[in-house]
């Protein structure tokens, strides 16, 4: 269900004549009897007038305002108790304000320019044996699109590793509800992919629930950069683990693996690890980033003269 200031195109701070107003244009507009042939108008005569009587009741509208309950009337973090749009207060007709003047009120002040009763209640009896009016059967009863309207589709964004994106993992996403859902990611996901995850949209008072659009982004990662599905990263290692070879760890997207640093290693070009980028479709490089030891080193300046001094070498043209 839409919020009901949006359906009767009002703002949240209008007055209850504004209401009442903006209901009778939209009542006149859509009503059944107007429109035997549009299906989607009895849906919006249907809607209209649910929206009418939940703002027109100003303890519901105080509630709904108060995120107490939703465009439905029902509570958001209660049970469907008393507390839900169907409770009315003893002695109230439903949907009527403070001022009194309900739905029915309105439509029968203009229902007599449609040549009689609205033909929506007509097979309705009443405890009195006449003609009980119910301001949904027009568009109920006329069946096809009205009485099955769905619910407005949401958008919710979700921010996925490279790592969950890689392995097609059950990530959780957050609704505007505030419910959280455990959402399990497509092969292969690219960035702006949409997942719909159907019934998890706005409820609708006459038909299925809209649909929960997710577009995935790829969240930034301390460890990797993405490259189109090669994947870049750095690794940290000692001045003679550069110069004599060691065995160190590299992360990859599917853990750790043991890379071998040839002697004399050259930090100026990355390492290729095939296979290991993103969906086992692209490359791993590994840049090496070589750290001198803090605070500097009595011996390894004395090297480093002897090296500028006695045996020089050109890395810059």
Not at 7 to 29: C, F, H, N, T
Not at 166 to 186: C, E, I, Q, T
Not at 300 to 315: H, S, W
């Amino acid at each position: 269900m839409r919020d009901p200031y949006t359906v009767l195109g009002v703002s949240r701070s209008a007055s209850e004549k504004d209401i009442k107003s903006a209901y009778r244009k939209l009542a006149k507009k859509y009503h059944p009897d107007q429109n035997p042939d549009d299906p989607s108008a009895h849906g919006k005569f249907a809607e209209a007038t649910h929206a009418y009587d939940l703002l027109n009741d100003a303890e519901k509208r105080g509630q709904f305002d108060r995120g107490e309950i939703d465009a439905e009337g029902n509570p958001r973090f209660a049970g469907f108790g008393n507390g839900g749009f169907g409770s009315a207060r003893p002695g109230a007709r439903p949907g009527a304000g403070a001022g009194g003047f309900s739905a029915e009120d309105i439509l029968k002040e203009f229902m007599s320019g449609f040549g009689g009763q609205p033909r929506g209640g007509a097979g309705a009896r009443g405890p009195t044996g006449g003609a009980q009016w119910d301001p949904f059967a027009g568009a109920a009863a006329g069946g096809g699109a009205g009485a099955r309207m769905k619910g407005d589709d949401i958008v919710v964004n979700v921010a996925i590793s490279l790592e969950d994106a890689h392995k097609a993992a059950s990530v959780p996403v957050r609704m505007p509800s505030g419910k959280v859902l455990s959402v399990k990611l497509p092969e292969k996901v690219e960035e702006g992919q949409q997942i719909r995850l159907k019934g998890q949209g706005s409820p609708s008072p006459y038909g299925e629930p809209g649909d929960a659009l997710v577009t995935v982004k790829f969240e930034k990662s301390k460890t990797f950069r993405k490259d189109g599905n090669d994947v870049r990263t750095d690794v940290p290692v000692t001045l003679y683990e550069a110069v004599l070879g060691a065995k160190v760890r590299v992360p990859t997207l599917d853990g750790s693996v043991e890379l071998t640093l040839p002697p004399g290693v050259d930090t100026s070009k990355a390492l290729r690890l095939k296979g290991k980028g993103l969906y086992g479709e692209g490359d791993l490089y590994v840049n090496i980033r070589v750290v001198l030891p803090p605070g500097g080193d009595a011996d390894l300046e004395a090297l480093a003269r002897f090296m500028r001094d006695q045996k020089p070498y050109t890395v810059r043209d």
